[in-house]
T-cell receptor
Framework: ETGVTQSPTHLIKTRGQQVTLRCSSQ?????VSWYQQALGQGPQFIFQ???????GRGNFPPRFSGLQFPNYSSELNVNALELDDSALYLC???????????????FGPGTRLLVL | AQTVTQSQPEMSVQEAETVTLSCTYD???????LFWYKQPPSRQMILVIR??????QNATENRFSVNFQKAAKSFSLKISDSQLGDAAMYFC????????????????FGKGTKLSVKP
């Protein structure tokens, strides 16, 4: 069984540019969540996608946007990059809910973004 | 709003000894999950153990066990027979378990505890 994968592993951008990060969910998982982890901090929730629709969002500005595709893979797009966007971006997938109860999220290895 | 607090930024343990990592949380919900995730230098966030709040029995996974005190909103992780490979950042996380009522499905993390294992 293939786990959650993310690409690229590392990325360097300059302030003002745009970036797209990609995530392939684990087989059988239909929900994808994105998190931002600043250095020395715990991950912070950006948003979640379920059946190609945004299904919850954290305290992040609209320049953070996403997509989910029919195969449940996902993209995170960040426009007008700022220095504070430098962080590890983690994607997590989870299987369908069971009896109305959410299932565990499994994480990918992350993408390290550096904004200069 | 739910919060998760890890009061120990760093902990150290001798190989083969036992160590306990602390976590407290705040929520008004009665049904939720609590997790411990491990993040080694490779950055991959790995699930260590999961506790369902409605279950009174503490979860165990091999050398890892939790002490879940629901009334005190405390959720500590005990690592027995510590191994060099246990060295990592450990994050405690909370998640609402029921998929309705507008509650978000996201994990809420603490700031983490860095565990060092001495040979």
């Amino acid at each position: 069984e293939t786990g959650v994968t993310q690409s690229p592993t590392h990325l360097i951008k300059t302030r003002g540019q745009q970036v797209t990060l990609r995530c392939s969910s684990q087989s059988g998982h239909n929900t994808v969540s994105w998190y931002q982890q600043a250095l020395g901090q715990g991950p912070q929730f950006i948003f979640q996608y379920y059946r190609e629709e945004e299904n919850g969002r954290g305290n992040f500005p609209p320049r953070f946007s996403g997509l989910q595709f029919p195969n449940y893979s996902s993209e995170l797009n960040v426009n007008a990059l700022e220095l504070d966007d430098s962080a590890l971006y983690l994607c997590a997938s989870s299987p369908p809910t069971s009896g109305g109860r959410r299932e565990t999220q499994y994480f990918g290895p992350g993408t390290r973004l550096l904004v200069l | 709003a739910q919060t998760v607090t890890q009061s120990q930024p760093e902990m150290s343990v001798q190989e083969a000894e036992t160590v306990t990592l602390s976590c407290t949380y705040d929520t008004s919900e009665s049904d939720y999950y609590l997790f411990w995730y491990k993040q080694p230098p490779s950055r991959q966030m790995i699930l260590v153990i999961r506790q369902e709040a409605y279950k009174q029995q503490n979860a165990t996974e091999n050398r890892f066990s939790v002490n879940f005190q629901k009334a005190a909103k405390s959720f500590s992780l005990k690592i027995s027979d510590s191994q060099l490979g246990d060295a990592a950042m450990y994050f405690c996380a909370y998640r609402a378990s029921l998929n309705y009522g507008g509650s978000q499905g996201n994990l809420i993390f603490g700031k983490g505890t860095k565990l060092s294992v001495k040979p």
